[in-house]
């Protein structure tokens, strides 16, 4: 019996125990109308050897060559220190650090990787992480309605060059809310929030999402944005890419006063892709707005003798206490990613963070020096990026990317869908992962993939509707 | 001693930098940093030793029984995990082409088959990152489904006193009034107060069963009647599937959506707090609304499933897939147990929680309903001791870790005083039991004959009882550097 370590006479002495002749007896407060046999649609059992070639099977199915897709996951090295301590089952197995005694390794670690985040953000504190960058920033939108007492506004301002998905995710959570969402366009030169837009948009506002890098990799300015926000009485939200803040100003820095509220994608500091997840979500903010901080918080204390010791701190605030009054639903977070990255940021130490920052923008500069040299490809905005750009290719997209995939070359993402008026538009990355030689490959193979590619829309194939299986 | 305070000016672990590269960059000076962070500045071995034994300072399953009642800590399997690091799963990109994603996606599709099956639900997404997120999908599609059929005066969802705090916070979440309703003195629900909650108001309640008391609800099927005839749908909270599961489906139960906590059930890593993994599987009426994106099979081919072919979907819930590292590690867990491996589940779940309850019982302990059948856990009240001997359910929890057992789930659910809600799962032996009741027994003998151990306890973990109160008075959250 997979995992189940009873023998027949355990079994008969416990049945024996409780006065019962058979395990069956104990489901007899159930309604037999209710009680079910067997699960015919569902497998036979495997033992671990079966299970493990067939997973092999699988995972080489999604094996590719290169990726040089970003769009807020990014392919970082990780150090084999991260996972082979995090893995241990100390950190794996345990849950949430509700009994504080037996849990101050998970819990000392958090206390440490709050230092940590906070400072990178140069805000005051940080929570002890949420589920991932997108529902993070649906707190912090949350949060800031609660935390503003300058105005009664339920107005969020979102600049178009936030991840499609996140703003996605923020009008499914926010949405149910009653909070007004106001999309923000960019400037089609530079692919980023200048002022001369959002003067058309002033007006007391809870809430002014700034994105650093933005989704197209360009950076934005944020010192005139953060004031530009704070005049309009909104609290100011930094999403920011973690591993930049060791090379860009932060947010706590922008402006006169500094964003109020940071948050976005911790999977960058030693998490996998793992095909989206688990990554987490950081959260960090001023200190006067900490009561409004949703999530787990690690505090230092004592103990009874005196001794330095750490518990979950401000419950009051949590769902668990708090029930229908809570800042938020959320209860459980993403501790053990948390792990790794507190390990991570360990090892790498400010020096090392920042090379890699370094590192990841001369790859993409690299990149877009060498893509300019393709006829009929453009990068599509001016001003200066961090490790990812827009590319306008010279035919549709798709049709290039499905070429690229042939040499087992993942050639970036497509904006056809999300940014329509961006003709052509591919998003593409280069982190501290990629060579000179792979960067002269993948330029090699776009401009072969340029020549196969088909003008046709790729898009047109799928305009059939059929019926889908399974949902 | 913090990391902070091991730093040395210019250590580094430099095998783990990149080259570096002595161009210019293009950034003006007024978007760089000007500071470092406060990182600290180690060798590799100092990392490695530190973190290591921090994690030495922590109970965990692999190292000791853990009855958290209503948290399921059952062992996870080593296999699982290993598995989930193969290259082609770790470094697969989550907006790799369809066609670059087969191997993942066949996962995927798989697990929501056999969460459909388990649950006798007729959709099921996988994207919710974990319970309380599945819980505000699965709220979010009620409020979907009445808007849709113009229904709008629903503003109410009943949520009985039992109930995880998780649920009256995704309830407002969602933007709804919460009507709280009481469990009668044999722990099911009071049948008249819900007669009287639901009415022209009522969008849905929100149960799970069995209980968070730890026994059967067995007028689920009259409950379920009273609700849908008043026009409101049935959530069931997963948390406690690992007591029917391959017993008893909520869809047969009448429920019309829930969430499943893979972390529980499906035996995926707790981590310390998370991740977690909360897919929602629904029935009929709610599959348009379910979260994208969902995968689907075309001849033999996988394809996402997005918002151009779920119009009526609540929408995204996290930045790509969920947490597809635990969907992944879920399905290989289903796959080792197979058909038949689910009701074992179930089963020895059960037995071990009612073997534990009947020592517990012969030895004196109280339990809190005590006519019922226990589930896949059950509740000991220590309101007698307290009276009695002055001692608390906390001093008890405390206790118990020194004799290196983890405590149970304390002081829940709100409603039963003094309380400890214990939940064995099937993967512990008879044996482990056996030690732990008989430390139970130990400690109760201690609390008549030197009740101050236990009020001091724990007395052999790094540190003695914390204090709570000055951690959330004067408030430390970040290492400053003197």
Request: proline letters at 6%.
């Amino acid at each position: 019996m997979p995992f189940i370590p009873h023998t027949e006479k355990d079994i008969k002495d416990m049945l024996s125990t409780i006065g019962v002749a058979k395990i069956e007896d104990l489901f007899d407060e159930i309604p037999a109308n209710l009680r079910i046999k067997e699960l015919p649609a569902i497998p036979e059992g495997l033992t671990e050897m079966e299970l493990a070639r067939l997973m092999r099977e699988r995972a080489e199915q999604d094996l590719s060559a290169l990726c040089f897709i970003g769009a807020g996951a990014y392919e970082h090295h990780i150090p084999a220190a991260v996972w082979e301590v995090t893995s241990r089952g100390e950190f794996l197995t345990a849950y949430t650090p509700y009994q504080a005694e037996a849990s101050q390794g998970t819990l000392q670690l958090l206390y440490e990787y709050q230092t940590m985040m906070a400072s990178l953000m140069a805000l005051d504190v940080s929570n002890a992480s949420l589920y991932d960058g997108a529902s993070a920033l649906a707190e912090a939108i949350l949060m800031a309605v609660r935390a503003n007492r300058q105005t009664k506004s339920q107005r969020i301002l979102i600049p178009q060059t936030v991840h499609p998905h996140y703003r996605h995710v923020v009008k499914t959570i926010v949405g149910q809310q009653g909070i007004e969402i106001v999309e923000v366009p960019f400037d089609p030169k530079t692919g980023t929030t200048t002022l001369a837009i959002l003067q058309k948009m002033a007006g007391e506002a809870a809430a002014f999402v700034i994105p650093q890098p933005n989704f197209f990799g360009a950076l934005e300015d944020v010192d005139a944005l953060t004031d530009w926000a704070h005049q309009q009485k909104a609290l100011v939200i930094g999403v920011v890419n973690p591993l930049a803040m060791s090379l860009l100003k932060a947010p706590g820095e922008w402006g006169q006063t500094g964003a109020d509220i940071a948050c976005g994608e911790g999977q960058p500091l030693g998490v996998p892709l793992a095909s989206g997840g688990p990554y987490y979500g950081f959260l960090c903010c001023k200190k006067d707005i900490v009561r409004q901080l949703p999530g787990r918080i690690v505090g230092r204390t004592v103990d009874t003798d005196g001794k330095q010791g750490f518990v979950l701190t401000l419950q009051a605030r949590e769902q668990h206490i708090r029930r229908a009054k809570a800042t938020s639903n959320i209860c459980t977070n993403q501790g053990l990613l948390v792990t790794a990255s507190t390990i991570y940021m360990s090892l790498m130490g400010p020096k090392g963070l920042k090379r890699i920052a370094e590192a990841c923008y001369h790859a993409a500069h690299e990149l877009r020096e060498k893509v300019k040299t393709i006829p009929g490809v453009e990068v599509a905005f001016t001003g200066p990026s961090f490790h990812e750009m827009v590319l306008r290719l010279p035919k549709p997209v798709d049709a290039v990317l499905d070429e690229l995939a042939k040499y087992r070359i993942q050639g970036g993402l497509s904006l056809q869908k999300t940014y329509p008026q961006i003709e052509n538009g591919l998003l593409v990355c280069a982190t501290e992962t990629k060579t000179s030689q792979d960067i002269n490959e993948y330029v090699e193979k776009l401009k072969l993939a340029l020549n196969h590619a088909s003008h046709a829309s790729h898009n047109e194939k799928k305009t059939v509707t059929i019926k889908a299986e399974g949902v | 001693m913090l990391i902070f305070e091991q730093s040395q000016k210019n250590r580094s672990a430099t095998v783990q930098y990149p080259r570096a590269i002595s161009q210019k960059m293009d950034i003006p000076k007024a978007l760089l940093r000007q500071d470092e962070p406060l990182l600290p500045e180690v060798s590799e071995l100092e990392v490695v030793r530190h973190y290591t034994r921090l994690s030495r300072k922590n109970f965990s399953i692999d190292t000791q029984f853990y009855p958290l009642g209503s948290c399921t800590m059952k062992y996870n399997p080593r296999g699982v995990h290993r598995l989930a690091f193969l290259e082609g799963f770790l470094n697969h990109h989550p907006l790799s082409l369809d066609s670059q994603s087969q191997g993942f996606m066949s996962c995927t599709y798989e697990l929501q088959e056999i969460l459909k099956a388990v649950t006798g639900m007729k959709g099921v997404s996988l994207t919710p990152m974990a319970g309380a997120q599945g819980e505000f999908a699965g709220v979010a599609m009620i409020r979907a489904y009445h808007q849709a059929r113009g229904d709008v005066a629903r503003d109410e969802i009943i949520v009985p006193d039992a109930a995880h705090g998780t649920n009256p916070a995704s309830a407002v979440q969602c933007g709804y009034k919460v009507k709280e309703i009481p469990t009668g003195a044999d722990g099911n629900i009071n049948m008249e107060a819900l007669r009287a909650a639901v009415g022209p108001q009522t969008a849905g309640i929100m149960l799970t069963n069995p209980s968070t008391l730890g026994v059967f609800e067995q007028k689920i099927k009259e409950m379920s009647e009273i609700v849908h005839k008043a026009g409101g749908l049935l959530y069931y909270d997963g948390a406690n599937l690992n007591a029917i599961l391959g017993k008893v489906r909520p869809g047969d139960m009448g429920f019309d959506v829930m969430h499943i906590n893979l972390h529980k059930t499906f035996a995926t890593p707790h981590g310390g707090g998370g991740p977690g993994g909360g897919p929602v599987a629904v029935g009929e009426r709610l599959v348009p609304y379910l979260p994208i994106p969902m995968v689907t099979k075309q001849g033999g081919t996988y394809r996402w499933l997005t918002e151009e072919d779920c119009p009526d979907t609540i929408g995204r819930l996290s930045a790509f897939m969920g947490n597809g590292g635990i969907i992944l590690r879920a399905l290989m867990y289903a796959r080792l147990l197979g058909k038949q491996g689910m009701h074992r589940v179930a089963e020895f779940a059960t037995l071990n929680a009612n073997y534990i309850l009947a020592k517990l019982r012969t030895a004196g302990f109280t339990p809190a309903y005590p006519t019922r059948r226990a589930s896949h856990e059950f509740i000991i009240t220590l309101k007698q001791e307290a009276k009695e001997l002055h001692i608390t359910a906390l001093d008890v929890a405390k206790r118990l870790l020194d004799y290196g057992f983890h405590a149970p789930t304390m002081y829940f659910p709100l409603l039963v005083p003094e309380c400890l809600l214990i939940e064995p799962t099937e993967t512990e032996s008879k044996q482990v039991l056996d030690r732990f009741v008989d430390a139970m027994v130990q400690i109760l003998q201690e609390a008549k004959d030197n009740p101050d151990l236990l009020r001091s306890a724990p007395h052999t973990l790094p540190v003695k009882r914390l204090d709570e109160v000055k951690a959330a008075r004067e408030l430390d959250l970040v290492y400053r550097a003197c």
